[in-house]
Antibody, heavy 119, light 107 residues
Framework: EVQLVESGGGLVQPGGSLRLSCAASGFTFDDYSMHWVRQVPGKGLDWVSL????????SYADSVKGRFTISRDNRKKSLFLEMNSLRSEDTALYYCAKASGYDSFFENWGQGTLVTVSS | AIQLTQSPSSLSASVGDRVTITCRASQGISSALAWYQHKPGKGPKLLIYEASSLKSGLPSRFSGSGYGTDFTLTISSLQPEDFATYYC?????????FGGGTKVEIK
């Protein structure tokens, strides 16, 4: 069974940093591209970032470009999102998701980790 | 970025009803569309991909159709476990985008 478990969320002040992690199991992690998608409380879903299976390509939403960095460790079957210069509008539930490729749908999702940016 | 417009934004229906949700893309995306079901406290769940392919293991009451700019998700006979929010998502081009969601509530 595919499992994706996010961690690392919490309360952080504006301008601060946070590192999210996603632990994967139940599938061959290094066969798949991985994504982060977020949901502002009460709002819809917004794609944040992706990384290909071999880390050769990454992509970011304009709203986070230059502030967030996606990475992965295939040996540890883990995905990461380094978030810097956080803003109140980054407050959201962050999901990691498994996808088949660069332009793809999301086959499996985690349950999310909540990031709150507030003073 | 490609915009996806879902309608309605919410609906009330009874168990056994046929429910139809539409998703319109701001430009043609061929069949690069997926549908998800999302319940509170859980991650979204893939239902349909490539506009009309049902994810393996899911009940056949869920179906998708459409091509280009206009797409439809149909639930042929609504069950109690189907009350949730549904989202469409395009994967024709980056940035990947979602529709605004349709909340299906109990009548």
């Amino acid at each position: 069974e595919v499992q994706l478990v996010e961690s690392g969320g919490g309360l952080v002040q504006p301008g601060g940093s946070l590192r999210l992690s996603c632990a994967a199991s139940g599938f061959t992690f290094d066969d798949y591209s991985m994504h982060w998608v977020r949901q502002v409380p009460g709002k819809g879903l917004d794609w944040v970032s992706l990384i290909t299976w071999d880390s050769s390509k990454t992509s970011y939403a304009d709203s986070v470009k230059g502030r967030f960095t996606i990475s992965r460790d295939n040996r540890k079957k883990s995905l990461f999102l380094e978030m810097n210069s956080l803003r109140s509008e980054d407050t959201a539930l962050y999901y990691c998701a498994k996808a088949s490729g660069y332009d793809s749908f999301f086959e499996n999702w985690g349950q999310g980790t909540l990031v709150t940016v507030s003073s | 970025a490609i915009q996806l417009t879902q309608s309605p934004s919410s609906l009330s229906a009874s168990v056994g009803d046929r429910v139809t949700i539409t998703c319109r893309a701001s430009q043609g995306i061929s069949s690069a569309l997926a549908w998800y079901q999302h319940k509170p406290g859980k991650g979204p769940k893939l239902l349909i991909y490539e506009a009309s392919s049902l994810k393996s293991g899911l009940p056949s009451r869920f179906s998708g159709s459409g091509y280009g700019t206009d797409f439809t998700l149909t639930i042929s006979s609504l069950q109690p476990e189907d009350f949730a929010t549904y989202y469409c998502q395009q994967f024709d081009s980056h940035p990947l985008t979602f529709g605004g969601g349709t909340k299906v509530e109990i009548k």
